[in-house]
């Protein structure tokens, strides 16, 4: 089983940026389909992006042109890029591996807070 350690989260201002990565302790070359999510205080966790195997990707509409996806096979890590942050995108954020729907992986979390 694959074990994935989020990492990046904490307190930024609105406007600002952060980048978070995902470590996994196994190769995720073979796993289909690598994500972030995100939950908020009171609100159900969501899609915020996703990548395949072969590059492709997928995001929340409200996040779309302010946050890229990536993946490094060699290093085993999956980022996130988030630009022009914003008080809504305050929520941990999980990091999800997904494998052809025969098994699903979740992170323990690393909080994002945006504020001024």
């Known amino acids: 089983q694959v074990q994935l350690v989020e990492s990046g989260g904490g307190l930024v201002q609105p406007g600002g940026s952060l980048r978070l990565s995902c470590a996994a302790s196994?190769?995720?070359?073979?796993?289909?389909?690598m994500g972030w999510y995100r939950q908020a205080p009171g609100k159900q966790r969501e899609l915020v992006a996703t990548i395949t195997s072969g590059g492709s990707t997928n995001y929340l509409n409200s996040v779309k042109g302010r946050f890229t996806i990536s993946r490094d096979n060699a290093k085993n890590t999956v980022y996130l890029q988030m630009n022009t942050l914003k008080p809504e995108d305050t929520a941990v954020y999980y990091c999800n591996a997904n494998h052809e729907g025969l098994w699903s992986t979740w992170g323990k979390g690393t909080l994002v807070t945006v504020s001024s």
């Open positions: 196994g190769s995720i070359f073979s796993i289909n389909r």
